[in-house]
Nanobody, 127 residues
């Protein structure tokens, strides 16, 4: 059974930083696609960052480029999202998701429904 567990959310002032973690268990593939998504109240879910594990392949939403960095530690089966220069509009529930490798090669990943998803962690940025 595949499980994704996020941690690291919290409250921070604008300009601050947070690092989210997503630990994966039960996934039998050596290489797979993982993403960070977020959803704020009254807004659509959006893909924030994407990574193909075991490679250097990443992608970001324009709204976070230059501020967020996604990474993956194969030994720990954990994906991270380093968020710097946070803005109030970054406030949302963040959750991680995983799917087969092909998902990382689709231009529509930001709107896609990944097969596996965590429960989410709240990020609140105050002005």
């Amino acid at each position: 059974q595949v499980q994704l567990v996020e941690s690291g959310g919290g409250s921070v002032q604008a300009g601050g930083s947070l690092r989210l973690s997503c630990e994966v268990s039960g996934y039998t593939y050596n290489r797979y696609c993982m993403g960070w998504f977020r959803q704020a109240p009254g807004r659509e879910r959006e893909g924030v960052a994407l990574i193909l594990t075991g490679s250097l392949g990443t992608d970001y939403a324009d709204s976070v480029k230059g501020r967020f960095t996604v990474s993956h530690d194969n030994a720990k089966n954990t994906m991270y999202l380093q968020m710097n220069s946070l803005k109030p509009e970054d406030t949302a529930m963040y959750y991680c998701a995983a799917d087969q490798e092909f998902r990382c090669f689709t231009s529509s990943w930001r709107k896609a429904d990944f097969r596996y998803r965590g429960q989410g962690t709240q990020v609140t940025v105050s002005s």
